[in-house]
């Protein structure tokens, strides 16, 4: 399995257990990030701790799923980001278009 789903009070949480957030592991991403939100959920939390790198299939599905749960009137927050990805998301201009946090207090704090 590439991914932990769990439903918390306020949101749900994905944790990527995957290295790498690729073309290979994209596609599934975006399709769990569809049913959470057609099941009523506009808040997701995604831990990316375990994730030390991600090629654009991967950011374009972090995008995918904040304008989602925009489009829910929800939140889209990610934790745990490596140097690597952090720098990636700066060089794009992700920075300012995505929710991030340092620790999952600090995201959960953005659901209350």
Known sequence: MNFSIQKEESYTSIKVLNEKLDSLLAPGF??????????????ILVDLS???????????VLSFGNRL???ANGKFVLYGLSKQ??????LIGF???LSVT???????????
């Open 69 to 71: 749960c925009n489009g």
């Open 50 to 60: 375990s994730c030390h790198s991600c090629d654009s299939s991967g950011m374009s």
């Open 85 to 90: 990805i952090k720098e990636m998301m700066d």
């Open 30 to 43: 975006k399709s769990e990030l569809v049913v959470i939100v057609e099941n009523g959920e506009k808040n």
């Open 102 to 112: 340092h620790t999952k207090a600090e995201a959960k704090k953005l659901f209350l």
């Open 95 to 97: 920075d300012s278009l």
